[in-house]
C-alpha cells in the first residue's frame, strides 16, 4: 500500500468524520436563536426552545451562523454574493451568501447535510438488514438443502397468507404497531408449528424448497426497471412528502444488490472447511450463519455499504434537485443547487455541488481502499 | 445456439408479466380519480349541474366498475367489490366505515336510507333545508350523524318518517360493529380492470394522456427516439474514450500519466451528472463571466413540430447537443475506464502475457493483439448494462437541457398528475432494459468461445 492511497483514505475518514459533526450539531452551529443568554439574572438556552424569544445581543452568545436553514428575509437579506453584510439594517455576515428570499446558504448547506446523512445512512441500515439476512439465508439453505414435510409446507403457505391478510388489515384499523405485533405472533406460531411438525412425524415424506431460485427471480425483476423512473413514479403513491418515504423507497429499492453479493459471498465460503466442521459440530443455522458466515462475508459488505451510502446520498440530492417527493420547507443541497440554476447565482450551485461532491468521493475513495484490501488479501 | 436464443425469450414473459402488474398495482395506488380527471379534461367542472351523470358515464366507459384484480383476499364483513357503486360519496363513505370495521350489510342499509331521505329533501320546495342537505351529503363521521338526526326530528317535517328510518339504520349499523374479522377469497373471474388494462397494454394501447387527450403510445413514441439517441450517442463515445485510456494506464500503470488519469476519473466519478451539468450551463453559456467562456449556446426550448423529421430537428439543435452528451459521457469514462484498467492489470499478470513476450513480441502487438481481445469481452455486459442505465440517466440531463425525450416528460407528466403517461413511460423503458440486457447476454455467449463451444457440442 502505498503511501499517497493511504493519505486519500485518511483524508476522507477525517471529510466524513466533520461531515457527521455537522449534521449531529447542526442546530448549535447554524441557529437564528441565539445558544445561551444571561438575562437579569436567568440563565436560558433560547436554541432549544420552539419560540423565538427576543433577547438583546449583548447579553446572549449566538450561534456561528445567526441565520436559520428557513429563515426569509426579503429585506436587505436577498441575493447576497458570499462574505456581504446585509444592506438593510444590522445584521451578522452572510459567509457563503443568501438566496432570492434572504435564506443563508450557509445555514442550509449544514442542516442539508442532516437530511442527507440522514437519509444515506438510516436507508442503507435498513438495505443492509433486508438485503443481507434474505441473501445468505437463501446461499444457505440451497447448499445445506431445505426440506420439509407436507405438513409444514401447508403451515408455511397458511401463515405467510394470513400473516400478510392480518398485517395489512391491522395497519388500517390499529396502525402499524400494532400490525408489526401480529405479524411477530404469527411467525412464533409459525416456529412452533413448524418444529412440532418436524418432531413428531420424522417419518413423513420430505420435499425440497428452493429459497435461492425465489430470490434470484425477484432480483431479476428488481433490475429490469430503470432505477430512477421507479423511484420517480413511488414517490407518486405518497400524498404527504417526507424524509421518511424517501428512506422506504430507496430500501425497497435498494435492498437486492445487499441480497445479491451477500448471497454469492456466501455461496462461495460454504465449501469452506469451517463451515463444514461448524455443521458437523451440530451448531443450530442462526448460529452458524451470524457467528461464522457474516464475519467472513463482511469485507466485501462494507465495500457495498460505503457505495450505497453515497448512492443513496446522490438519488436524494437527485430528486430534490428535481423538486419531487420532499416537503417544500426543509432545505437539500439538491433543492439549493435547482434554485441556483434557475436564478443563475453561481453561490447556490457550486457550495451544496461541494458538498455533494466531497462525500461522495470520500466515499468511494474509502470503498476502493476495502476493494484493493480484499482483492490482495484473496 | 438457437435454442439458447429462444430460452431466453422465453424467460423474458414472466418478467414483462411482472412489470405489468406491478405498473398497474402502483397507478391503482396513486390517489386521485382518473374518471375526475378525464372530466376536467373535457372541460366540466365539478360545479356543473350534469356533473355526476357525466361522471358515472366516464366511470362505466373506462370500466372503472370492475374490480381489480382477477380474486381478491378480504376481510369477510366486506363488499364483495365497491368498485361497483356508481355514487361517487356512497363509495367514499363505504371504503369509510369499512376501515371503520362496520359491516358493509349494513352500511348498504344506511346508504340507501339516505339517498331516500336526500331525494325527499331536495324535492321539498320550501328551500329551507338546503343546509341541512349540504351536512347530510358531507358528513361522514357516524356518531355527528346520529346527533343530527335527533335534531331533525325535533321539527315537524314532511319527510320525518324517511329521518327516523335514516336513524335506526345507522343506530343499528353502530350497534353491530366487527371485533373479529377473518379473511374471505372472492373470485371475480376475467371481467376486472387489470385483464381490460393487460390486454390493451399488450396491444400497445396505453391509454389516454389525461393533460393534452393524446394517446400515450403516441406521446412515447416521439419522445424515446431522443433518449435512445443520447444513450446511444453517449455510451459509445465513453466507449471510445475509455477503451484506449483504460488500456494505457492499466499496462503502463507505475507511469505519472496512468495515475494521473486515474485520479482525474475518480474525481469525475464522484461528480453528480447534474452539478457537473448545471456549472457547465452557468460558466459556458453566457457571457456573465466572460465571453471567452461563452461557448455553447444556452439550452433553449426545443419545439419539434408534428411533421418536422427527426433528423431535421436533430440537425437544427446538434449545438446543443454537445453539453449533454459531454455531461452523459463524463459519468460514463470514469466507470468504463476504471473497470477496462482494472481488467488490464489482471491481464497483463497472466502467464500468456510472458509467453508472448518470450517469443519476441513488441510491447505494441501485446497490447493489441492479446490483452484487447481479453479486456474486450467483459466489455460486453458492461455496455450493455451502461446503455440501460443510460436510458435511465438520460432523465436529469433532458429535464436540465430540455431536450423532449422520455425523462423529460415523465418530469412534466409526474408534476402534472397525469399518472397514464408515467406508468406507460415506466413499462416501455423496463421492456427496453430487459431487451437490452438479455441481447447484451446473447451476444456474451456468442463472442465468448468459452460458452459458444460448449453450446454448439452439446
Redesign the interface.
Known sequence: MNTSALLGVKLSVLVILVYILVAIFGPIIANEKPLYCHVEGDVTFPFLEKTLTKADDESCVLACIPYGPQTTNINGHASLSPGSYPTHGSGKIHWLGTDKLGRDTAAGLIHGTRISLMIGVVSVIFTFFVGTSLGMAAAYYSVKGLKINILQYITLIIAI??GG?YFI?EW??SGLIVAVWIALLMLFILGILYFIFDKTFKKAPKYRINPDQILMKII??R????????L??????F?IPSVWNIIFIITVLGWTEFARHARAETLAIMEENYITTARILGFSDVRILISHVLPNIMPTLVVLICFSVSGAI?AE??IS??G?GLPVETVTW?KM?AS??DM?Q?WL??FP?IA??LI??SL??IA?HFLQKNRTNQ | MIQFFLKKLIFLIP?VL??II?AFF?SK???GDHAESMLILQGLQPEASNYNREFQKIYLKEGLDKPLFYFS?L?HFYHDNVHSILDNQDRYLIQKWQ?E?YHSKNIMEVLHARQILISKIEKDTSKKFTHVLKNLQFENDVKQLIRWCDTLQLYPTAFKDDVKNFKSALSSMDATRVTW?F?KFVWHGAENQFHHWAISVLKGDLGQSVKDGRQVSQKINKAIRWTLLLALLSTSIALMISIPTGLYSGYYSNTWIAKGTHFFW??L????V??LA??L???TT?D??GSWLHIFPAPGIWYVPDDQSMWKTIIKNSQQLVLPVICMVANDIAQISTIVRNNTQEQKSKTYILMARAKGLTEASILVKHILPNVLLPLITIAGGRL??G???A??IE??FNIPGMGRL??DS??G?D?NV??G??IV??VV??LF?TITEILYAWANPKINQKMQVS
Do not use: C, D, E, H
Open positions: 397468507t394470513l391478510f388489515f388500517i384499523y431479476t425483476w433490475k429490469s426497471f430503470p432505477g430512477i423512473f421507479l420517480l413514479a413511488l414517490t407518486g403513491v400524498v446522490l440530492s437527485t434537485f428535481l419531487i439538491g443547487m441556483g440554476r443563475q453561481w450551485v457550486v455541488g455533494i461532491m461522495i468521493m468511494n475513495t476502493n | 418478467t411482472v412489470v406491478t402502483l395506488l396513486i390517489p383476499v376481510p376501515s370495521k374479522y379473511p475518480l474525481v466519478y464522484s461528480i453528480p447534474f452539478w448545471s456549472l450551463i452557468l460558466y453566457s456573465r463571466y440501460a442505465s436510458l435511465a440517466g432523465l436529469i429535464v436540465i415523465m418530469y409526474i408534476l398528475s399518472w408515467v406508468f413511460i415506466l423503458l423496463s432494459t430487459i440486457l
